[in-house]
Nanobody, 132 residues
Framework: QVRLVESGGGLVQAGGSLRLSCAAS????????MGWFRQAPGKERELVAA?????????????KYADSVKGRFTISRDNAKNTVYLQMNSLKPEDTAAYYC????????????????????WGQGTQVTVAS
């Protein structure tokens, strides 16, 4: 089990940017596939972006994005810092939500996981509010 702590949320004007961070502890971070999800009031939790684990001989990562954030958000990971990031640009009011980081121990290097119930470990969330 890995412990996840998100940070970087806040209030931003439409068109602005934020970078969310998720620090992991208690596990071998490079073995975990990671995801960012969000949940707005009255709505179900939805995938924002996902990234595969890393491999010994493969330094790259596969990524997947929700259609609504493609071209605006970027997920990345720094295994040396045990951290996954979500860079959010050109923010819109509809991006307003609580954002959650999730982790899944993965034996299959290239796989990204798209469903909330694919993930075993979750952070407490960080609020992002985009004002129009």
């Amino acid at each position: 089990q890995v412990r996840l702590v998100e940070s970087g949320g806040g209030l931003v004007q439409a068109g602005g940017s934020l970078r969310l961070s998720c620090a992991a502890s208690g596990g071998t971070f490079s073995r975990y596939a990671m995801g960012w999800f969000r949940q707005a009031p009255g709505k179900e939790r939805e995938l924002v972006a996902a990234i595969s684990r890393s491999g010994i001989s493969w330094s790259g990562s596969n990524t997947k994005y929700a259609d609504s954030v493609k071209g605006r958000f970027t997920i990345s990971r720094d295994n040396a810092k045990n951290t996954v990031y979500l860079q959010m640009n050109s923010l819109k009011p509809e991006d307003t939500a609580a954002y959650y980081c999730a982790a899944r121990l993965s034996d299959t290097i290239p796989n990204v996981y798209l469903r909330a119930n694919d993930y075993a470990d979750w952070g407490q969330g960080t609020q992002v509010t985009v004002a129009s």
